[in-house]
């Protein structure tokens, strides 16, 4: 069975650009969660989404924004690139409350 | 204060030994709590879930005290393969997960 898959898996942006990041989730998993990890300390949450709707938001500027789609994938995009944004970006989907991770995005931005 | 803390280590080990670690959570209404593991530049994947009463999977075991708010992991009989980043992970009441920073074990032959 296929995993939760994301692309690009790495990707290099200067600031001020904009990023979309894009996720996959395991067939059957309707929820879908956001989480950057830098480099150094664990996965920060972002967002999550369940059926199309936002259900949670971390402590994220409003740069970052995400959406979710009727097959359940989503989209996490970021305006106005900080250099501070450079991370490995995380998607997780789960059927209930246990979560499984894709193999992330790494954005640097130089 | 972090919601989730724990020791980064690294924890040392000799292969075969025992090791055990803690991590503490700050939010008393947490309600599921995960185990999950982190090898260098990869994803986290889920150890195991802790529950209330403690649970066992092959070599390592989890405990969790809600009164005192700390979670526990033990391993038995470290392999080198158990070399990895161990991440405490509570999930607040409407499933977003709170990351430890993680402890490190590297298991020496």
């Known amino acids: 069975d296929a995993g939760v898959t994301q692309s690009p898996t790495h990707l290099i942006k200067t600031r001020g650009q904009h990023v979309t990041l894009r996720c996959s989730p395991i067939?059957?998993?309707?929820?879908v969660s956001w989480y950057q990890q830098v480099l150094g300390q664990g996965p920060q949450f972002i967002f999550q989404?369940?059926?199309?709707?936002?259900?949670g938001r971390g402590n994220f500027p409003d740069r970052f924004s995400a959406r979710q789609f009727p097959n359940y994938s989503s989209e996490l995009n970021v305006n106005a690139l900080l250099l501070g944004d450079s991370a490995l970006y995380l998607c997780?989907?789960?059927?209930?409350?246990?979560?499984?991770f894709g193999p992330g995005t790494r954005l640097t931005v130089l | 204060r972090k919601e989730v803390e724990q020791d980064p280590g690294p924890f040392n080990v000799p292969e075969g030994a025992t090791v055990a670690f803690n991590c503490t959570y700050s939010?008393?209404?947490?309600?599921?709590f995960f185990w999950y593991r982190q090898d260098c530049r990869k994803e986290p994947k889920l150890l195991m879930s802790?529950?209330?009463s403690g649970n066992e999977d092959g070599r390592f075991t989890a405990q969790l005290n809600r009164a005192s708010q700390y979670i526990s992991l033990l391993i038995r009989d470290s392999k080198l393969s158990d070399s990895a980043t161990y991440l405490c992970?509570?999930?607040?009441?409407?499933?977003?997960?709170?990351f430890g920073a993680g402890t490190q074990v590297v298991v020496t032959p």
């Open positions: 939010n008393s209404a947490s309600q599921s």
């Open positions: 992970v509570v999930d607040d009441s409407w499933g977003k997960l709170q």
């Open positions: 802790v529950y209330s």
């Open positions: 989404y369940y059926e199309k709707e936002e259900r």
């Open positions: 997780a989907s789960s059927p209930t409350d246990e979560q499984f």
């Open positions: 067939s059957g998993h309707k929820s």
